[in-house]
């Protein structure tokens, strides 16, 4: 069954999130500042210390299109590892767009859509999260132009043919249709773009038209309650309790989505639960970023965040799960971090496709670049306990297919596929110009 409630965080942890600032005055920012970029009721969503929110009927009838996702055991996976490991994954590729990103397009979308909004925007990295939006503004008649990162946008023409499909206007960013974009544009002709380059063109065109607003796929607090849908029906479905549970990590979403509510339990003493981030060595943010202030964007348009930052002027090389692209971190993940709530490791990329291909081989499903992250890190901790004979229960985040991303298994099997080391010079070089 899918819960008929989001489940927010906030009022269960030991200590409160630090606020979001304004970049002029550094005060906390109030609802006046957001409204023009977000609907009232996210704005609620966002700073609220309610621990549930009823999901609306209307949400919920798009919901069944998917829901509940499957939860399964991938014992294929178990007996060619050898472990006596008991591994389940949380499989979130059976939506539209096939990732979890839809579970908190569709919430955006319709409360956009009964404040009398008109026009969404936003950025993509990957194509999953544009995708999900023009899904989501289809189903309640709302216009969709999305910045689409330029690499991927070259590399990745089926995402776009999908976003077009459900009647979006896609524009590779940076785009000459922003100030931003055309600012960027004009220093380097070449830009591959970045994921903080896309937000600032969104930003920028939302903030202009009254009747438009912009939506953000990951990082934010109401982003992470959606996606709590995961968890909650993980918790239900399970047999047993996992001992361990990992996830990809880019702005943090299908990782909070799926653990939120099993560390409600661990915090209630119901459970005794590990929890682990992964994130591509690519781009590091909780293992080697700071915890600072930083703008969420690369123009510095959006409000200052407490976060995990590899600077808003990092660009990661181009490694092919761009949905793990990003500079900065969820501000409550990163607040959970602080507080010592869960534990994050990194992975290459060869090392991540590797376990993709094995993980496609025994339990058929082929997985997205992003998810691979969080496979590679299961095989390793399944082979350990192979080791010790521990049987561990592990719980995975699925969070969706990589049919759009045959281009990049081919890289891996043709052996052209390369990992990059990320030097302590360009991490410095970035975090240089942190706001102060
Ligand atoms: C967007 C995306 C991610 C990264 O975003 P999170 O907010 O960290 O979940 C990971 N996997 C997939 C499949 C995505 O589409």
Not at 131 to 160: G, H, T
Not at 345 to 352: A, F, I, L, P
Not at 359 to 364: H, I, L, Q, V
Not at 378 to 407: M, N, Q
Request: glycine share 10%.
């Amino acid at each position: 069954m899918t819960p008929s409630n989001w489940y927010n965080i906030v009022p269960d942890l030991p200590v409160p999130p630090p606020p979001p600032l304004h970049p002029g005055t550094r005060q906390p920012v109030g609802p006046d500042d957001l409204a023009p970029l977000f609907p009232m009721e996210l704005i609620g969503q966002e700073v609220s210390t309610e621990r549930y929110v009823a999901i609306p009927r209307e949400v919920l009838d798009v919901y069944r299109l998917w829901r509940p996702t499957p939860l399964l055991r991938a014992r294929r996976l178990e007996k060619a590892l050898g472990t006596p490991a008991r591994i389940y994954y949380k499989y979130e590729g059976v939506s539209p767009a096939g990732s979890h990103k839809p579970n908190t397009a569709v919430p955006q979308a319709y409360y956009n859509a009964r404040e009398g909004v008109r026009l969404l925007t936003t950025e993509t990295g990957a194509g999953q999260w544009g995708s999900a939006l023009a899904f989501a503004c289809a189903q309640f008649d709302l216009e969709c132009r999305i910045w689409m990162v330029r690499a991927s946008y070259d590399q990745k023409p089926y995402r776009r043919s999908l976003m077009q499909v459900y009647g979006a206007t896609v524009h590779a960013s940076p785009s000459t249709v922003t100030g931003a974009g055309s600012k960027i544009l004009a220093d380097d002709p070449d830009s591959p773009g970045s994921l903080g380059i896309a937000i600032s063109e969104a930003v920028e065109v939302a903030g202009a038209n009254p009747d438009a607003r912009y939506a953000l796929g990951s990082v934010l607090n109401h982003v992470l309650m959606h996606q709590t849908v995961i968890g909650e029906e993980a918790l239900a479905q399970l047999e047993e309790m996992p001992d361990l549970i990992i996830g990809c990590t880019g702005g943090g979403s299908n990782f909070a989505g799926l653990t939120f509510p099993f560390l409600r339990e661990k915090l209630a003493g119901n459970l005794d639960v590990t929890l682990r981030a992964v994130e591509p060595e690519a781009c590091p943010s909780f293992t080697r970023g700071v915890y600072a202030y930083d703008f969420g964007d690369t123009a510095g348009f959006t409000p200052l965040l407490k976060m995990h930052t590899l600077g808003h002027g990092f660009v990661p090389d181009p490694i092919h799960a761009g949905g793990l692209r990003y500079h900065g971190m969820s501000p409550l993940l990163s607040h959970m971090y602080e507080l010592g709530l869960f534990e994050a490791v990194t992975k290459s990329q060869t090392e991540c496709f590797e376990a993709g291909v094995r993980f496609a081989r025994t339990e058929g499903i082929v997985p997205a670049p992003e998810p691979t992250h969080a496979l590679a890190e299961t095989i390793a901790e399944a082979l350990r306990c192979r080791e010790s004979g521990e049987e561990k229960v592990i719980l995975t985040a699925l969070c969706g297919h990589g049919h759009f991303d045959l281009a990049a298994y081919d890289r891996y099997l043709s052996g052209r596929m390369r990992d990059y080391a990320l030097p302590q010079e360009r991490i410095d070089e970035a975090l240089h110009d942190l706001p102060g």
